[in-house]
């Protein structure tokens, strides 16, 4: 993104057409989720932030669950999660999501192998579930290069205002980064449905990035939001157009 008084400008625009489009939504009793996934420092909590920062509070949650008790670790696996849900006329947005199972739980061993394997199977049928039932699951991959993860993560643990960002977890993120590839192209290839489909957002470009989730949340969502101009195909692009485009 080039001048910032540029970028502050469309952000302005495309947040009021936010507030236009879940006003929308709330007139008409819709639901919707958005599930936010992507290695760590990809920046979902930015492109969370300012989405929802003029979005109704009362109406609006961001879910960023911890890790599961003992108890959770023994139920049906999406069971935590259906809680969470949205009623009509609310927009819940998951930092994190179920996906859990599909990234950061077989990679670093927090889930058995038939666990995993479990997962990929009934994850499409519990989202078809959703679809089927009137909700509109918005699925966002935020994708980014190993060398900017690297300067996002070194710069975290410098700033003493990102101190809730930084987990132990941060350094398997470049330890384990061939692992995690493996682990989000085998999910992208077998949970991106029509029901559900994945929409990959290159994410080396915070400002750029920020600009683009937002613009094709609102297309997704429709109403007002149908009115915004197409995100930029080079950094927003589904599943079918992602060979070679994503971050080894």
């Known amino acids: 993104m080039g001048d910032s008084n540029d970028y502050d400008r469309a952000l302005e625009a495309l947040q009021i057409r936010v507030v236009e489009t879940q006003a929308w939504t709330i007139d008409r009793g819709l639901r919707t989720v958005i599930v936010f996934e992507g290695r760590d420092s990809a920046g979902k909590d930015g492109a969370i932030k300012r989405l929802t920062e003029y979005m109704s509070p009362r109406q609006t949650r961001v879910v960023a669950l911890p890790k599961p008790t003992e108890r959770e670790t ?6 935590r999660y259906v809680p969470h849900l949205p009623a009509a006329g609310e927009t819940v947005l998951f930092n994190r999501s179920w996906y859990n199972r599909a990234g950061v739980e077989p990679v670093m061993g927090f889930c058995t192998p038939e666990q995993h394997e ?16 009137g909700v509109k699951l918005i699925k ?3 994708d980014i290069s190993k060398g900017e993860q690297a300067k996002r993560l070194e710069a975290r643990v410098e700033d ?6 930084v987990s132990s977890l941060d350094a398997e993120a470049q330890a384990r980064w061939d692992a995690y590839s493996a682990a989000r192209d085998r999910m992208l290839e077998e949970t991106d449905s029509e029901a559900a489909p994945w929409t990959v957002i290159s994410t080396d470009d915070k400002k750029t990035a920020r600009l683009n989730i937002i613009r094709h949340v609102l297309r997704a969502i429709g109403g007002p939001g149908a009115e915004v101009e197409k995100p930029d195909g080079d950094v927003v692009f589904g599943v079918g157009k992602s060979k070679g485009r994503l971050a080894h």
Request: proline letters at 6%; hydrophobic letters at 50%; charged letters at 30%.
């Open 74 to 79: 023994s139920q049906w696996y999406f069971q």
């Open 118 to 133: 479990a997962f990929l199977k009934a994850v499409p049928r519990f989202e078809r579930m959703l679809a089927d039932d």
């Open 140 to 142: 966002l991959w935020l």
């Open 160 to 165: 003493p205002l990102k101190r809730f960002k």
